[in-house]
């Protein structure tokens, strides 16, 4: 698990610790895919989204699961926030996928693999958080409901 995609993590995040700490694990995932691939094994290295963890809820004047949404006043872009489950869904698709392998040794996101496997969030969503993020930092003014 990390935070942010290959792709995302390709640019410097701000400070050498943190930077190298966001990307050692996708790196992990490529060697140890190479190194396992023999075996049988998979590697893979997984990011959530924007995650509405309990932390990050009571972040927000402490709203809860099932008052997130007033957050989005404070925050426009808590929009495209996901629960701790949507990442454990993924994670269930990835380990009941008997075709798996394919994934090995890259870096995936839990927005990107509700589109293949078809899960959602609790709300019924598929939440693209880093697609949501790109669009942001490339100057577009994403909408929630292209990215939900």
């Keep these: 698990m990390t935070d942010g995609t290959a ?3 390709a640019k410097y995040r701000g400070h050498f610790s943190f930077d190298l700490a966001k990307s ?3 790196r992990m995932a490529r060697g140890l895919g190479e190194e396992l691939e023999d075996l049988g094994c998979t590697a893979v290295c997984l990011t959530p989204g924007y995650l509405r ?10 709203v809860t699961e ?5 957050a989005v006043r ?3 872009h808590f929009c495209i926030s996901e629960s701790p489950a949507y990442v ?3 994670v ?3 380990a009941a996928d008997p075709e798996v392998a394919r994934w090995n040794g890259q870096s995936l996101s839990s927005g990107q693999l509700a589109r293949v496997y078809g899960f959602t969030d609790t709300d019924g969503t598929r939440p693209d958080a880093w697609g949501y993020i ?3 930092e490339a100057g577009k003014n994403p909408r929630e409901r292209d990215y939900r």
Aim: hydrophobic content about 35%; cysteine-free; proline content about 6%.
């Design 92 to 94: 269930v698709a990835l």
């Design 53 to 62: 963890s309990e932390a990050m809820l009571d972040t927000y004047k402490k």
């Design 74 to 76: 404070d925050d426009p």
């Design 88 to 90: 454990g869904r993924a």
């Design 24 to 26: 050692a694990p996708i």
């Design 7 to 9: 792709e995302y993590n």
């Design 66 to 70: 099932e008052t997130w949404r007033d």
């Design 134 to 136: 790109s669009a942001l």
